[in-house]
């Protein structure tokens, strides 16, 4: 999806919460307003989503900083490969 920039102004106070935030989340300050605009619009839609009741509920040091916007790769990276077995004739009869 292509992004588009957007420009915004925020005081001392917002910036403060903006980046305490992003920091828990473990995300970045763009991703944190995005996620943020999305809930908001579920929540102001009456709509549900749960997976956004995920965010930020799991706490592990030991996962990558950037897992947010490189998650396809790590999980492309993490999948275990497998070795293609010979194909077998199938011993069941036609028909």
Not at 30 to 54: F, K, M, N, Q, S
Request: hydrophobic share 35%; glycine share 8%.
């Amino acid at each position: 999806m292509k992004r588009v920039p957007l420009q915004v102004y925020l005081d001392p106070r917002d910036q403060a919460q903006l980046e305490r935030l992003a920091a828990g989340l473990g995300l970045s300050k763009a991703e944190t307003v995005r996620v943020a605009i999305r809930r908001w619009a579920i929540e102001a839609t009456g709509g549900e989503d749960p997976v956004l009741d995920l965010i930020g509920t799991i706490d592990a040091p030991q996962l990558p900083a950037d897992l947010s916007t490189r998650h396809d790769e790590y999980a492309v990276a993490g999948y275990p490969r497998r070795q293609v077995a010979e194909r077998r004739p199938s011993r069941r009869k036609p028909g």
